[in-house]
């Protein structure tokens, strides 16, 4: 029996409206394994959205319980894993990514925008939602392509096709 923990298939990650989640349970059903997003696994821990998390316990407590979250999706999950836009921040989360297969869903803004369009529950993104999410995405750029084995353009492409080409670049 090995000691090995088990690896995810794929980590995606990608800024807002990515397309992470669409994406990943495409990649999920043709590769016949199964799909974790993060957010989800923080939402069912603190028993709310991740909206209400950040309104009544703040980023801070957010940031902990998604690490929590990603180390532990990390470790026992070996299908698709879809990490919250931001989770990548932590510096231990990227020393936890490494020798896992992490694809960059690269977006630009037009196509973010649409996406996640501009009256967005999402909570970083409150006031002023475009500006929010450019800055959002000049800072983690350089993070998301670090990390990433590979990275897959999104823009005005089919979530059918992103998956394809994702399954076409995993390793044998």
Request: proline share 5%; charged share 25%.
């Amino acid at each position: 029996m090995s000691t090995k923990p088990s690896a995810s298939i794929v980590v995606l990650i990608g800024p807002p409206g990515s397309g992470k989640t669409t994406i990943g349970r495409l990649l999920a059903e043709r590769l016949g394994v199964g799909f974790r997003d993060t957010d989800t696994d923080v939402e069912a821990v603190a028993g709310k959205p991740v909206s209400d998390i950040f309104v009544e316990d703040g980023e801070a407590r957010f940031r902990e319980l998604e690490h929590q979250a990603v180390r532990t999706a990390l470790a026992e999950h070996d299908g698709i894993l879809s990490l919250g836009g931001g989770a990548v921040l932590n510096e231990e989360t990227q020393a936890l990514l490494d020798g896992h297969h992490v694809v960059y869903l690269q977006v630009g803004l037009s196509d973010a925008v649409q996406r996640v369009g501009l009256g967005s529950a999402r909570p970083l993104l409150v006031l002023n939602p475009r500006s929010q999410l450019k800055k959002l995405m000049e800072e983690r750029r350089p993070v998301y392509e670090r990390l990433a084995v590979a990275t897959v353009v999104t823009d005005k492409r089919e979530p059918a096709e992103l998956a394809d080409e994702i399954v076409r670049g995993l390793p044998a």
